[in-house]
């Protein structure tokens, strides 16, 4: 099922109702959802290489408690933390400032993800080589996440219970 942007986050404690939460596509709700968003983004650092190594291990041990605990909401979170780390670092990498896009969001399409008509800015074409090395460290963890046997078992029930 769709992440459904229209749930009251500010107000939604998705650990006490996990029944509401939503995999979604990609990072949906990663900086939404709590009280995982209060847990996990601390920790959460791209800048360099140093920093992503010791903000996706942070995430991991996260990932692995949240799991360890049949959290799977947490788990969910943390890897789609490990995911943006990854993204924003290339992102980062790829266009100076991190602007991917011309122009402003559209206001019917904020906090969703996509070029929404805008035209996307240049490349750099000498991308930034230790945001590129911090992309990888995250991208390593967030492929290691998804494939983790006990992330699969633990997604797949999620789905099953609650139908998403």
């Known amino acids: 099922m769709p992440f459904d942007y229209n749930l009251d986050f500010a107000a939604t404690d998705f650990r006490a109702h996990p029944e509401l939460y939503r995999v979604g596509k990609g990072e949906q709700g990663v900086l939404l959802v709590q009280p995982y968003k209060g847990e996990i983004l601390p920790h959460w650092r791209f800048k360099d290489a140093a920093a992503a190594r010791e903000s996706s291990a942070a995430i991991w041990a996260l990932f692995e408690a949240y799991l360890k605990q049949e959290d799977f909401v947490g788990a969910d979170m943390a890897r789609k933390f490990l995911q943006m780390g990854f993204t924003r670092a290339r992102r980062y990498a790829n266009h100076a400032g991190g602007k991917k896009y011309a122009g402003p969001v559209p206001d019917d399409k904020k906090g969703q993800s996509g070029a929404h008509g ?11 080589v230790d945001k590129v090395e911090a992309a990888a460290i995250f991208k390593a963890k967030w492929d290691e996440a998804k494939a983790l046997p006990e992330y699969q078992r633990q997604k797949a029930a999620f789905e099953a219970k609650y139908g998403k």
């Open 118 to 128: 805008r035209a996307e800015l240049p490349r750099n074409p000498h991308p930034d």
